[in-house]
Structures are given as structure tokens and as C-alpha cells.
């Protein structure tokens, strides 16, 4: 009785389900990791707002990114009908979006009225939006391999996990700023 | 028919993944398979527990004396390594180690989720903590294994690169810990159902949920350390509107979950160890694992218990040193159904089970002390003094070490084929606990006298005291000595191990030793519980016929 004579046992879960799992376990951890800046946040600076922050540009950049939201959602949408052109052309002004939310985040860290080094309004509003931004880079790359598997067809309506892990991961970077918006310009 | 078990390599098109090891070699490879990433995590961080015990043997060498004979500078980074070492480097991976080798194989699984993710997890170990250690080199670190601000603000490049080894190793448990969780969740064996999983699995599932909720904290706090040393940011200095006292509760938002994540995968393991060696099903199943997920959670609301002189906000203790306390309950949940499993057993006290055993006085005594630690006037009276660190050392060392050990040798001939010898097992287990007490029994005297802990000098009244720590910190050091000729020799040399040599009933043990690849000829399928022995059925799967044809059906 040897064992290679038998086929080897293997357990295979279901796949959607384990990578749905996992990537919800992942963004756990990160709300974790992003949460715990936001008590930083008010540990160091207390409840009150930071007046000098630009406003209009803090709004900008929140409506940017939540525009992105619905442009990724609405390629996720069509990827599902098995529309493959307007999948790319959804996921390529998702980018776009992508790139000028980080534009925006590079003028406002340029313009700020105190330095990454000033105090702790610096260390705290220059940490929690380069964490952030630093996310936003990843999903920006994350969005350009879709783009560019999305070009050579590799997605379809049954087949599309890459689009549905990158368009989770968008929203939940999302989400983080729209709590971040809060608690740096709006509180 | 193990000779077939390591027979499997297979080579991917990137060339440098492997799967199953057929020789040495592949040992060094970026291997997915979990079996070898098990052995890899065993050989490095016994390596790394072998250089933190050499560093603790220096420290006591240093204290043989009460003035200094070492620059206080190089005492103070003896502990911070010795420390980190231990603590990151040893008994966390060497838990994920045992979760590795030990997680499919109970659950009947061909592998992990992510088996690349789970080499990767092993192989940010190394790279962990060779930065740290380079650090000792280039520019001592000395703010100990807590690295408190200010002190963790002084210049030496040494606790930059501590910083970084730790973000890295902080990043291996994590992914390992969402590797742990998928794998339980979603690869059992059919019959498998949660009410029979092995305890250890259970305690895997607690660990893992810590590790996924703390230690982004951690990572946080210590890139918010990073930029305020590189870049000058302020978050922790007081001059410029920071707070040092944010670094401790964010450190211990993490490191106090992170003492039961070091401390519940053992626990694990002894709850496996127990019930084989008494031939008892296994005392309140449901209480052993139901007390882990209670400390998983209550874990989290007692880190404040570390900071009662830290000049926190005073009224923060009472709620504090509560939960402190309740943590005993569940403990104690399992301390008791420990007992009662071993109760009335026809106990075997082979090497693993006397190991089994020390860790239940031994972390007792450590659970007792951790419960006085917690109440505010003591712990005011002997905060930073030898008796936490003999507390620490009780359940650190005699808990967790002793469970590993416990492991280690239980299931030595599933992972090596071969038999360890049982003689020299004992002799170690008794140099290990003689050894130990002698070390960390008297600290409690020292600690209650007021002896302070993390100096080099002490005052001369305590030297007596202190030179019996150091004899028994010595032969401590000394008893590695029995437990690596015997592991080594064994594995070369030793007899050839049956499959199941302790007759268990776990899944693990119902396929070769060693396993071969892909762990089992056949899909086991589950009929009951882990622990039913004496109750006249067999294993609780049937891997293969002949498997199951040899393994004996209780008694």
C-alpha cells in the first residue's frame, strides 16, 4: 500500500468565497491601521478644527474621489453585462480620477500653511493624507494592470475577479477618506 | 511507506518556487509548501531563541555582581535584543510555526489558503531579524523591547533599523494571520464541523483574530516613531505639543493582545498534549475553546494595565485593573478543565506530556502573579522592579516555551519519521525546570524587595540572590544543550517512527510520518470528535485503509 497510488487529496474551496474573505480580512486590518490615526488625530489635536486648511480644495478632493467610486462601480456594472469597451473606458476615467485626486492631495501638501515638521497639526494632517495617498498610489497601479488587462480581454462577464478586487479596494480607500475629510477639515 | 512522503518536488516556470522538499536544499528555498515553511520556521527561530538565550546568560552573567562590569550602554541593549529576540523572533513565529505545520494536516487540508503567502510570511522572518540584529551592530539600540519614547528618540541608527525589523516581522504574522483564518474557515475535511476542530485550531482562530486587529496598531505607532526620528515630525515629543505617553497605549493596544498571541497557540498545544497522555477525552471542549475567543476579546480591553505609573489618567486604572482581573476567569476556565481532563486519566509521562504538565503549574504561577501585577497598589509598588520580570518569565517562559518544547517532542516523529530519545528528553525537561525556577523563582523575592529591573548595577544585599538567578540562568542555558544533540541526532539517526506512535486520534496523525506532499492519500472524512478516547471508537478521520488499519481504535 503506497500513497502515490492513490490521487492526492485535495481540499478546494470555493473560490469566491475564500478570496472575498480574505480581502474583507485585509480591509479589517486596515481600518484598523487608518483607525487608529484617526485617535491620533484627536488625541493630539483635541476636538476642534484646523481653520487654516483649504476648504474648497478639501471639498474638491472629496468629490473627486467620489465621483471615482461611481465611475468604478459603474465598470464593475458593465464588465458584469459583458460589455468590455465601456468596462476600460469606465476603468480609465476611474484612473483619471485616480490621478487627480493625488494631483490635488500634491498641491494641497504644497500649499499647506504648516510643514510636515510643524508641530503636531504637520505630523498628524501629513501622516494621515500620505497614508492615505500612499493607498490611493497603490489602487492608482492596482487600476492601471486592470486598464491594461482590461485591453487585451482578459475579463469577461463570468470572469472578472482582478475588476472586483480592485474595484472593493477603491471603495474602501474611498470610505478612509471620507472619514479622514471629517475628521481633518471638517470637525 | 514514508520513504515516498518527500518524493514530490515540483519546479514552477518562475524557477525559484518549490513545492515539497526531496533533498536539504529545498529547505532554503521560497517553498509553498507548509509541511517544509513549518520546518523552516522551527530550525529559524529555535536559531534566533538559541541567540537570545546566550544574550540572556551575558545579562546574567552581568549581574553575578552588583557593580557593572559591562558599559551600561551594551547592558541596556543586551536586554532590548535579548527581549526582542524572544518575543518577535521566537515564541510568536515558533506558535505560527506549529499552526503551520500543525493547521492543515488537523483539518484534513492539502495546505494553507495561500501558499505563497505563506512562504512569504516565513521568509520576512529572516529579513526581520537580521535588521534588528544588524542594528546591535551598527548602533546599539537600548530602549528595550518596549521602545518608549523618549528613549526611542535618541540617535542610535540601531533603533531605526529595530523599527523597521519589526514593521517587517509585525507584517509576516499579519498575513499569516489572514492565512490562518481562511484555511480554518474554508478548508476543513467534510465532517469537520466547527464543534470538532482541535483546540489547537481553535486557539489558532483567537490568535489570528488578535493578530489581524492589533498589529496594524502597531505598525501605525511604529511608522509614526519612523518619521519623527527620520523626518523630524512630532507625535511623541512633549516640546512640540506630543504626547510619549500615545506611543505607550498605542505599543500596548497591541503588545498586551500579543502576550495571548504568544501564549494561546500554546495553550492550544498543551490541550492536544493533555488528553493523549491521559487516554481522556479532552475535559469541557466546548468551555476550553469558548475561554479562548473570551480572552481573544477581552485581551483587548486591559493594555492600561501596563501604564498604572505612567501618570495616565488615574481614574483609567479602576476599569483597567477590572479587566485585568476578569481575564483570569476564562483563564482559569481552562486551568480547571485542564485538570479535569488529566483527572482520573491513565496519564504516560512521556517527555511531552511532563512538559504538558510544567507549563499547567508553571503558567499558573505566572497567571497567579500576572493577577497581583494587575491590582494598582501592588502593581505601583513593584512596577519596573524584578517581579515583573519573573512574572513575565513564568508565563512567557514557563508557559509558552514549556508548550512549545511539549510540541517540539510531541510530534518530533510526525515531522522528522523518527523517534526522539526518550531519556534524554527527560533529562532535559528536568535540567529546563530546575533551571528555570532556580532562575525566575527568587526574582520574585528580588522584585518584592524593590530590586529595579533593566539596570546593571544592583545594590549589594541582593547579590546572593542574584548569583542563585545566575546559576540557574546558566544551567537553563546548559539545558538547550541535551534537547538540540538529542533533536539533531534523532532526525539523522533515531528509530523510524510509526504513523501514530502516541495513538491519537487527530487527523495528523492518521497519515505517514512524515506526511507525504499533499498530506493525505484520501479526503478524510470526519465521523467525531478529536479527544474521544477510551469511549471504545476510532480516529476521528480514516486517511487512508492503511492508516486506519494501523492506528488503533482507543482503549
Redesign the interface.
Known amino acids: 500500500m503506497t500513497a502515490h497510488t492513490l490521487a492526492p487529496a485535495r481540499t478546494a474551496p470555493d473560490e469566491g468565497l475564500k478570496r472575498r474573505l480574505s480581502l474583507w480580512l485585509f480591509f479589517v486590518s486596515e481600518t484598523m491601521m487608518f483607525g487608529s490615526l484617526i485617535l491620533v488625530r484627536f488625541h493630539l489635536w483635541g476636538p476642534g478644527r484646523v481653520a487654516h486648511l483649504d476648504q474648497v480644495l478639501g471639498l474638491d478632493l472629496t468629490t473627486i474621489l467620489l465621483l471615482s467610486s461611481g465611475t468604478m462601480a459603474h465598470a464593475e456594472a458593465l464588465i458584469g453585462k459583458g460589455d468590455r469597451k465601456g468596462f476600460v473606458r469606465y476603468i480609465a476615467a476611474t484612473l483619471i480620477l485616480g490621478l487627480l485626486f493625488l494631483v490635488g492631495l500634491g498641491y494641497e501638501w504644497a500649499h499647506a500653511p504648516f510643514g510636515p515638521t510643524q508641530g503636531v497639526f504637520g505630523a498628524v494632517f501629513f501622516t494621515m493624507t500620505g497614508m492615505h495617498g500612499a493607498h490611493v498610489l497603490g489602487g492608482v497601479i492596482f487600476l492601471f494592470i486592470v486598464l491594461l488587462r482590461g485591453l487585451r480581454g482578459r475579463y469577461s462577464a463570468e470572469s472578472h475577479w482582478g475588476a472586483e478586487a480592485c474595484a472593493m479596494y477603491w471603495h474602501f480607500v474611498d470610505v478612509v477618506w471620507v472619514f479622514y475629510y471629517m475628521v481633518l477639515y471638517l470637525l | 511507506?514514508s520513504d515516498?512522503a518527500h518524493?514530490e518536488t515540483t519546479h514552477s516556470a518562475a524557477g525559484f518556487v518549490r513545492h515539497g522538499a526531496a533533498s536539504w536544499r529545498d529547505y532554503f528555498t521560497f517553498n509553498t509548501d507548509h509541511k517544509v515553511i513549518g520546518i523552516q520556521y522551527f530550525v529559524t527561530t529555535f536559531t534566533f531563541f538559541l541567540v537570545g538565550g546566550l544574550l540572556a546568560m551575558l545579562i546574567r552573567y552581568e549581574l553575578l555582581t552588583p557593580p557593572a562590569e559591562f558599559s551600561t550602554t551594551t547592558y541596556n541593549s543586551l536586554f532590548t535584543i535579548h527581549g526582542s529576540i524572544m518575543i518577535f523572533l521566537w515564541v510568536i513565529p515558533a506558535m505560527a510555526g506549529f499552526g503551520n505545520y500543525l493547521v492543515p494536516l488537523m483539518?484534513?487540508?492539502?495546505d494553507m489558503?495561500?501558499p505563497r503567502l505563506n512562504a512569504t510570511s516565513f521568509w520576512l522572518i529572516p529579513i526581520g531579524g537580521l535588521t534588528i540584529i544588524a542594528g546591535y551592530f551598527v548602533g546599539q539600540s537600548n530602549s528595550g523591547w518596549t521602545a518608549y519614547p523618549p528613549l526611542s528618540l535618541q540617535p542610535p541608527v540601531g533603533q531605526t533599523l529595530w523599527i523597521v525589523g519589526v514593521i517587517i516581522l509585525g507584517t509576516s504574522s499579519?498575513l499569516g494571520?489572514?492565512n490562518f483564518?481562511?484555511t480554518i474557515?474554508?478548508?476543513?475535511?467534510p465532517g469537520l464541523t466547527p464543534g470538532r476542530l482541535p483546540l489547537f485550531c481553535w486557539a489558532m482562530v483567537s490568535t489570528s483574530l488578535m493578530a489581524?486587529?492589533?498589529?496594524?496598531?502597531l505598525?501605525?505607532?511604529l511608522?509614526?516613531l519612523l518619521?519623527?526620528r527620520l523626518?523630524?515630525?512630532?507625535?511623541f515629543n512633549v516640546n512640540?505639543?506630543?504626547?510619549p505617553l500615545?506611543w505607550q497605549h498605542?505599543f500596548w493596544?497591541y503588545s498586551h493582545p500579543a502576550v495571548y498571541i504568544m501564549v494561546l497557540p500554546g495553550m492550544g498545544l498543551v490541550s492536544e498534549i493533555l488528553p493523549v497522555f491521559s487516554r481522556k477525552p479532552v475535559f469541557g471542549y466546548k468551555a476550553i475553546a469558548a475561554s479562548s475567543m473570551a480572552i481573544a476579546i477581552i485581551g483587548f480591553a486591559v493594555w492600561g494595565h501596563h501604564m498604572f505609573t505612567s501618570g495616565m489618567n488615574p481614574w483609567l486604572r479602576i476599569p483597567f485593573m477590572l479587566g485585568s482581573m476578569v481575564i483570569a476567569v476564562p483563564t482559569g476556565v481552562k486551568i480547571f478543565n485542564w485538570l479535569g481532563t488529566i483527572w482520573g486519566g491513565k496519564i504516560d509521562l512521556k517527555t511531552p506530556m511532563l512538559f504538558a504538565l510544567g507549563f499547567l503549574g508553571m503558567f499558573t504561577i505566572g497567571g497567579l502573579s500576572g493577577v497581583t501585577l494587575a491590582s494598582v497598589p501592588v502593581d505601583i509598588h513593584v512596577t519596573d522592579t524584578y517581579y515583573v520580570v519573573a512574572h513575565l518569565h513564568y508565563v512567557l517562559f514557563g508557559g509558552s516555551v514549556f508548550a512549545l518544547y511539549a510540541a517540539l517532542y510531541m510530534w518530533f516523529p510526525k515531522i522528522t519519521g523518527r523517534m526522539y530519545n526518550e531519556a534524554w528528553g527527560k533529562i532535559h525537561f528536568w535540567l529546563n525546570f530546575v533551571g528555570f525556577n532556580l532562575t525566575f523563582l527568587p526574582m520574585h523575592w528580588l522584585g518584592l524587595q524593590g530590586m529595579p529591573r533593566r539596570v546593571a548595577e544592583y545594590a549589594p544585599q541582593f547579590q546572593t540572590v542574584n548569583q542563585i538567578a545566575s546559576i540557574g540562568g546558566f544551567l537553563l542555558g546548559i539545558s538547550a544543550l541535551p534537547f538540540l544533540v538529542n533533536a539533531l541526532v534523532s532526525w539523522a539517526r533515531g528509530p523510524k517512527a510509526v504513523d501514530n506512535p502516541w495513538r491519537s486520534l487527530t487527523l495528523e496523525w492518521q497519515t505517514?510520518s512524515p506526511p507525504?506532499?499533499?498530506?493525505?492519500?484520501?479526503?478524510?472524512v470526519v465521523t467525531h470528535g478529536p479527544y474521544d478516547y477510551g469511549v471504545g471508537i476510532a480516529p476521528t478521520g480514516v486517511a487512508?485503509?492503511?492508516a486506519a488499519a494501523a492506528a488503533p481504535a482507543g482503549d
Do not use: K, Q, S
Open positions: 511507506m515516498n518524493t483539518i484534513g487540508a492539502d489558503a495561500y499579519l494571520a489572514i483564518l481562511v474557515a474554508l478548508m476543513r475535511a489581524l486587529f492589533a498589529t496594524p496598531v505598525t501605525a505607532a511608522i509614526m518619521l519623527e523626518l523630524g515630525m512630532n507625535f512640540e505639543g506630543g504626547d500615545m498605542l493596544f505517514t507525504p506532499v499533499h498530506n493525505f492519500a484520501v479526503t478524510p487512508a485503509p492503511a
